[in-house]
């Protein structure tokens, strides 16, 4: 079976600095892949690279989205690709603070829609009918994530973890493939963690969709992810099942460090 | 029980409000007698309400202070009273019948020139709404929004000048002119923001009127065009007085439609993209939003009603010059969309009708009202930042379900 999102040799240089060094990386369909390293390692460089915020120095990165051919994305501008289907959360939550938790979802459900200045202002019957859709939607979409209790409440009032969970339920109103979660569990308390942990597998089997997923917490990676890259320096310097990566000794390397000899 | 540190702090304040004001309050100098006059009358007026003034400014912003504490603790929404007015049918009806038979009847009840006046804040209410799309809605700092004030003006002037079309023709024809060089704006700032983005406008604010101050051939440079003619109705040409009527009533239909199509505007696919990429650029296109159609069509939406209002304005006074468009009215459209509440339409006519109005019915206290205006400003900014009348978001019910 072909990958839905294929990278392939993937460089990016910030001047003088290669940030990210010929990496290779795939995401099969219904699948969670982790993407770990220690700080610096280059992770959410790979996260801009392939989402359009940053354009790649050298290599390709190919989607093939489920019954749609494959195609190369590279250089594309970031709403493009969203438009593709992969939709993404940020590490730092970039939610829209003033506005109310039902109009973040329905900004995610922009790209899906067409009506423009002429339809608004005329209101014809398509532009209502879209208007009355993409309400439910988003609302169908909260009450998925289980956000449905604060649907019209600003979203910089929400809790800490809330806040997360929008960041993904927006991100669901693309329609994706492919889901693309930068650290979601960050600043979690447990409680958080373990529903978030709930939420993702719920991502995969319900909704068919497939993640990426930037993440520190390592119980959070080894009991969700099929399989898992591991990077530093900009480079790759591991794949493969959370076991085979948990007795890597280059991966205990790379985060431990070195056993000096003396 | 006030605190003594709050007096010392008082005691400063004024101390130092006697020393700023010394100069100009205490000294008189008489040139022709020599003398100089010491008025420590002034002085002591000055320390005695400063004192008293910092204590009422503390206290306020204190209150202030206390109040949003309670509202970020509580997750309280607080909904100010003329809010609360709004969404009471009871109330608003009402409010709007009164208001709507007031607007009809005015011109019978009033003179022609407080009709005059009427006209010009009637004008400035469609000016700030159309700023409040790029401004309240996009958050695109704009300050050079007058250019398309202008741009509209001189169209009229111009095609009527050499082509003598009329302003009904004009009136389409400026509003598409304002859409074009909004557009024009709009391209090179595409990457801008912030504080760069408000100097590029102003650069371009200026650049159009020093190109309209200069080339003479083009615009008659200062001297400006006269005797354009006033709107006309089918070919019937009015007297002066029925003329500002006329116009009066166009006006109150005009702002309407905006009213009407702006609303339409901000709560619609565009409007919604408008306000993610005034909350947050990189996530506004990371949702799969087209940054740079969307900022054009701000500008491009925004313009149109400047230039529209530029016509209006050209056939109004019948005549123009590039003296009319300066900085300072882009400050001033401005001022009334911050003010009146960034984003909020009725807060934008609100806001309009005070900053426009005030300073007419102030006349009698000309030398002071400037001062006055300023002064509102600097309150306005400290105690109440978000304007008269906030935007408030818009809630949605389902049936059935928790709400």
């Keep these: 079976m072909e990958p839905i999102l294929d990278v392939k040799k993937l460089t990016m240089d910030f001047g003088g600095l290669r940030a990210m060094d010929h990496l290779d990386l795939d995401v099969m369909e219904k699948e969670i892949v982790a993407l770990i390293g220690p700080n610096g390692a280059g992770k959410t460089t790979f996260f801009n690279c392939i989402t359009g915020i940053y354009t790649p120095t050298k290599g390709d990165i190919l989607i093939s989205p489920p019954g749609k051919t494959r195609e190369r994305i590279n250089g594309l501008k970031p709403n493009h690709i969203t438009e593709k289907g992969m939709a993404r959360t940020f590490q730092n939550i970039r939610l829209f603070p003033n506005m109310s938790v039902l109009e973040n979802v329905m900004i995610g459900r922009h790209c899906r829609l067409n009506s423009g200045v002429i339809g608004a202002v005329v209101k014809g019957k398509s532009t209502i009918r879209e208007e009355k859709a993409v309400v439910e939607d988003s609302y169908k979409i909260l009450e998925k994530i289980g956000l449905a209790e604060y649907v019209n409440e600003t979203a910089k009032n929400l809790p800490y973890g809330a806040q997360r969970r929008l960041e993904i339920a927006r991100a669901m109103a693309t329609e994706p493939f492919l889901i693309l979660l930068d650290e979601p569990a960050a600043g979690m308390n447990p409680q958080e963690t373990r529903e978030l942990e709930e939420l993702i597998k719920k991502i995969r089997d319900v909704e068919g969709l497939s993640v990426l997923l930037i993440e520190h917490d390592m119980k959070i990676v080894m009991s969700l992810s099929d399989r898992i890259f591991v990077m530093d320096y900009g480079k790759k310097i591991a794949q493969g099942t959370p076991d085979e990566i948990k007795n890597n000794p280059v991966v205990i390397k790379a985060y431990l460090g070195e056993e000096v000899d003396a | ?403």
């Design chain 2, 1 to 403: 029980m006030i605190k003594f540190s709050e007096i010392k702090k008082s005691f400063l304040v004024s101390l130092w409000f006697m020393f700023l004001t010394f100069p100009i309050m205490v000294i008189r100098v008489n040139p022709i007698e020599k003398t100089v006059q010491w008025r420590w009358r002034n002085m002591m007026i000055i320390g005695i309400g400063s004192f008293l003034l910092s204590f009422v400014w503390r206290f306020m912003l204190e209150r202030k202070e206390s109040g949003q504490k309670k509202a970020d603790v509580f997750g309280i929404h607080k909904i100010s009273f003329i809010q609360r007015i709004l969404q009471e049918p009871k109330i608003y009806i009402p409010l709007l019948i009164v208001t709507g038979v007031f607007a009809i009847v005015f011109p019978f009840i009033f003179s022609a020139y407080q009709t005059n006046i009427m006209i010009t804040a009637l004008m400035y209410v469609m000016l700030g709404l159309g700023l409040n799309i790029v401004v309240g809605l996009a958050g695109l700092l704009d300050l050079g929004y007058v250019a398309f004030y202008a741009v509209g003006a001189y169209s009229y002037a111009l095609l009527n000048y050499h082509f003598g079309l009329g302003f009904w023709t004009v009136l389409p024809i400026g509003a598409v002119l304002g859409v074009i060089f909004g557009i024009l704006l709009g391209f090179p700032v595409l990457r801008l923001r912030g504080d760069y983005l408000a100097i590029v406008t102003l650069g371009f604010g200026e650049i159009i009127r020093l190109i309209l101050e200069n080339w003479n051939e083009f615009s008659f440079g200062p001297s400006g065009i006269a005797n354009i003619p006033r709107p006309g109705f089918f070919g019937i040409e009015f007297s002066l007085q029925s003329a500002t009527n006329y116009i009066y009533y166009m006006m109150i239909g005009l702002t309407l439609f905006t009213i009407f199509v702006v609303n339409r505007l901000q709560n619609s696919r565009i409007g919604r993209a408008w306000m993610a990429l005034r909350e947050d650029e990189v996530a506004c296109q990371a949702m799969g939003i087209d940054k740079t159609k969307t900022k054009l069509t701000a500008f491009a939406l925004g313009a149109t009603w400047a230039g529209m209002v530029g016509v209006i304005f050209a056939a109004k006074t019948t005549f123009i010059n590039p003296a009319s468009f300066t900085f300072l009215e882009s400050a001033m459209i401005l001022s009334i969309v911050v003010i009146g509440g960034m984003g909020s339409i009725i807060g934008v006519v609100i806001g309009a009708l005070i900053l426009i109005l005030l300073p007419e019915y102030l006349r009698a206290f000309s030398d002071y009202r400037m001062m006055l205006f300023g002064a509102i400003l600097v309150i306005m900014m400290v105690f109440r930042p978000q304007g008269i009348i906030s935007n408030v978001r818009r809630t949605y019910k389902f049936q059935g379900k928790q709400q």
